[in-house]
Each structure stands twice: as C-alpha cells, then as structure tokens.
C-alpha cells in the first residue's frame, strides 16, 4: 500500500548511494539508522567472557534473481564463512531456527558451530537481552540480498550488542560507508577478514566494550536518532 503513505524510511543506510544497487521505485527513501533505547541496554563489561553469538533465522526468503544479482539468504552466507570455527580461539554460537533434521544443521555443526534453539533465546524481551549480554560480542553473516545490493543495510539486533558493550564482527553490505571501522565494530567480506577481525577485537574485550558502547551513543541514540528521523521529514 505504497500509495496510501506519503514519506518512507529504510535502515538500508547507503540506499541513495551511488554504490547501492537497490532497484529504484520512483520515491524517495529517507536512510535512518535503527534507534536503540540506551537506558533499556545498559553497557555490562563482562571481560569478554562467553561465545561470540548471533540469533537469526536460517531461510528468510525464497532465492531471488534480479538484474544479474543472485538475492539470497542468510544460509548461503554462513557456508561461505563455515570454516570460521576452525580458524579462531573463540567459540561460536547461532541461535536460529535450523532443524536437526535439516542438512544445514549437521553441515555447521560438524565444522565446529554450536546451535541453539531460536525460541529458547526469544521467548522474551529478557531472555534475549540475556543471551546478548551473556556473549562476548557478536559475529554475523547478513542476507545475501542486503549484501548483493551493497545497500548499507545495518542490523538493529548488532545495535543492540553493541549498546551492551559488546563488540561486533559483521558482514559487509556497504554499511562501514556510513559507520566507523573501530575497536568496537568491524567489517568482513570473507572469512580470512573474518578471522582477523575476531581475534583483533577479541584480544582487548574492555577496549572493544567501550568502544562499542561509544558507537552506540554515537549514532544509535534513540531520542536522537528519531528526533533526527521526525525534523527531516516535517
């Protein structure tokens, strides 16, 4: 219902780039980073105990062909980066919706991924702060569509690790364009990069917390970020 709105936003923070490769639709799109309510996600330093962790679903859309790009899902990410487990010191863990029964489940779990129930760690608001705040920091893959289309898209889950003072290593989809590549937060495109940035930011967990925590307050504020969103588009 397109046609029944009048203003659009998108956390695709590089949809109007140059770089982007977003089908344009005739409107215009306003980037707003995902806000975050700081009080609600206290930083809690935790030394850089635990897994570093993600919770995601596994198959989030049916395969898509556009324009010469191949858009797919998380899945076919987490392959490309599957040998991970066996490159770094630190523990990896999903929380996702992958099936025991399912190929992909004994595909990552035999090259050294820990799975987790998704339901178990979302049954509630505080189930799901807890398992984000019990992690190191967070590794992620993003969908092959966001990646392809090079859009800037950005996670409003990784903001969450990162008001908490976790660090996060997380695919590229055009988004160190608008963010800062720091102590707290890194960018891969594959998993040498991967591998790299994880044992960087895992040798400083107190440096990498704050400065997570920092980029938080920097650039997610709620207040500031929908106050921002609200002035632009009156």
């Not at 996600?41 to 850089?48: E, F, I, V």
């Not at 010191?89 to 035999?110: E, K, M």
Request: charged share 20%; aromatic share 10%.
């Amino acid at each position: 219902n397109f046609e029944g709105h009048t203003d659009f936003t998108t956390i695709a923070l590089g949809w109007n780039d140059a770089e982007s490769h977003v089908p344009r639709d005739g409107r215009s799109w306003l980037p707003v980073a995902p806000p975050v309510d700081l009080d609600l996600w206290p930083a809690s330093p935790n030394g850089g105990q635990g897994a570093w962790t993600t919770v995601t679903h596994w198959y989030g859309y049916p395969r898509v062909e556009w324009d010469g790009l191949v858009l797919d899902n998380k899945s076919a990410e987490f392959m490309k980066v599957a040998g991970l487990p066996g490159r770094v010191a630190q523990s990896l863990r999903i929380a996702c919706d992958l099936q025991p029964g399912w190929d992909d489940y004994h595909a990552i779990q035999a090259r050294g991924w820990d799975l987790v129930p998704v339901g178990e760690v979302c049954r509630s608001p505080e189930t799901y702060g807890t398992f984000i705040q019990a992690s190191a920091g967070e590794f992620s893959v993003a969908k092959g569509g966001y990646v392809r289309m090079n859009s800037g898209w950005f996670s409003d889950r990784t903001v969450c690790y990162l008001a908490s003072g976790r660090p996060a290593v997380v695919q590229e989809t055009g988004w160190s364009r608008h963010l800062p590549i720091s102590g707290g937060l890194a960018a891969f495109r594959d998993e040498q990069e991967a591998a790299a940035a994880l044992e960087r930011l895992a040798a400083e967990p107190e440096k990498a917390g704050a400065a997570a925590r920092q980029i938080a307050e920097m650039f997610f504020n709620g207040t500031q970020v929908v106050g921002g969103m609200l002035a632009r588009l009156a």
